[in-house]
T-cell receptor, first 111, second 112 residues
Framework: QKEVEQDPGPLSVPEGAIVSLNCTYSNSAFQYFMWYRQYSRKGPELLMYTYSSGNKEDGRFTAQVDKSSKYISLFIRDSQPSDSATYLCAMRKSGSEKLVFGKGTKLTVNP | DTGVSQNPRHKITKRGQNVTFRCDPISEHNRLYWYRQTLGQGPEFLTYFQNEAQLEKSRLLSDRFSAERPKGSFSTLEIQRTEQGDSAMYLC??????????FGPGTRLTVL
């Protein structure tokens, strides 16, 4: 079993839809959680990070962490074609600088 | 451009050749990371520097791989005797203090 599981999709939604992206993890030592967006043939871009259970909102994006269930989510409201990309969850343990990534979910938002 | 820069952006080499990649971090970022990403996978951690000290190293980093960060500024990643399995995107990232890493555009390596 991989430490971080993420459904690779692909996920296709119409413009304006609410998108839900999810990751599960097996190691309770993970304490810090991030979401990166990666456009084709580009490096990952940090979208959001959160260090505690609960919700964190930034514009159209909401990151949710449930440490008791070892489950994290990213919600995108009013999705736009420019949101079409691969979304990677990442996490790390306290005291370590190593990020462990999911496989990424490929999202397409159709106009 | 004040982001992380990587050179070259693309490298095609023949099996058995040595290759070297360069990463210039964001100015004043004292932490620098190397990751490798293959098609359809998330990035995998290779190594981490704080200033010039290499503090973490993955078991993925075999004896053929070496990374340096002289004077705590730019970093180089060298792969000796390349194999076809080394074909991947090599990503560099940097950070400072309590922020999470910012990634560069990557170097795409193709080993023929």
């Amino acid at each position: 079993q991989k430490e971080v599981e993420q459904d690779p999709g692909p996920l296709s939604v119409p413009e304006g839809a609410i998108v839900s992206l999810n990751c599960t993890y097996s190691n309770s030592a993970f304490q810090y959680f991030m979401w990166y967006r990666q456009y084709s043939r580009k490096g990952p871009e940090l979208l959001m990070y959160t260090y505690s259970s609960g919700n964190k909102e930034d514009g159209r994006f909401t990151a949710q962490v449930d440490k008791s269930s070892k489950y994290i989510s990213l919600f995108i409201r009013d999705s736009q074609p420019s949101d079409s990309a691969t979304y990677l969850c990442a996490m790390r343990k306290s005291g370590s600088e190593k990020l462990v990534f999911g496989k990424g979910t490929k999202l397409t938002v159709n106009p | 451009d004040t982001g992380v820069s990587q050179n070259p952006r693309h490298k095609i080499t023949k099996r058995g050749q040595n290759v070297t990649f360069r990463c210039d971090p964001i100015s004043e970022h004292n932490r620098l990371y190397w990751y490798r990403q293959t098609l359809g996978q998330g990035p995998e951690f290779l190594t981490y520097f704080q200033n010039e000290a290499q503090l973490e190293k993955s078991r993925l980093l075999s004896d053929r791989f070496s990374a340096e960060r002289p004077k705590g500024s730019f970093s180089t990643l060298e792969i000796q005797r390349t194999e076809q399995g080394d074909s991947a995107m090599y990503l560099c990232a940097s950070s400072f203090g309590g922020i999470e890493p910012f990634f560069g555009p990557g170097t795409r390596l193709t080993v023929l």
